[in-house]
């Protein structure tokens, strides 16, 4: 036991290098617990956190690293049926651009975000932030 409130089996923290390989781990970490959960890699809810994880993670290790520190995943099931992901990064000096007219090059990532999660934000910490995205977990069908 480690004190906290949720259990395990409801969540998973981990701290990851702040590379692209980081990254891609944040986004198999994910998709390996959604199948734990239920959720096989295969099926829309996984298939839909796998790319707001990779879209989240891509962005704290290149907009939101600090050289030599890394950066933090968590995932959660919160109540009424939604997936709660969390990348933390340590800057606390760059706040997210949301970009409504992409030039192709950059600016999609977050468009992405808005469309796949019911809902998105940045949180303050101590040190840097915290981009919070909730993904539904019933199909769409
Ligand atoms: N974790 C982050 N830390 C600091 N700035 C960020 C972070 N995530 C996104 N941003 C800012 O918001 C912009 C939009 O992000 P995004 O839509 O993912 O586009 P892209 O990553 O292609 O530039 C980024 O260009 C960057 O300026
Ligand atoms: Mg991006």
Redesign the pocket.
């Known amino acids: 036991m480690n004190g906290e409130i949720s259990t395990p089996t409801q969540e998973l923290t981990q701290r990851l290098s702040a590379t692209p390989r980081g990254a891609r781990l944040a986004r198999r970490l994910v998709a390996q617990q959604l199948a734990d959960w239920g959720y096989p890699h295969e099926s829309e809810v996984n298939d839909t956190a796998q790319h707001v994880v990779a879209?989240l993670a891509?962005?704290?290790v290149?907009?939101?690293r600090v050289p030599g520190r890394d950066f933090e995943l968590r995932v959660a099931l919160a109540a009424e049926g939604t997936l709660r992901i969390e990348v933390s990064?340590p800057?606390g000096d760059?706040p997210?651009?949301f970009?409504t007219e992409p030039d192709g090059e950059?600016?999609?990532?977050?468009?992405l975000v808005t469309l796949l999660c019911v809902a998105w934000g940045v949180a303050e910490r101590q040190v840097g932030k915290t981009?919070w995205a909730e993904v539904s977990l019933k199909e769409r069908g």
């Not at 950059?106 to 468009?111: A, D, E, N, Q």
């Open positions: 879209e891509a962005n704290a290149t907009h939101g990064d800057r760059r997210l651009r970009v950059s600016g999609r990532g977050l468009i981009v």
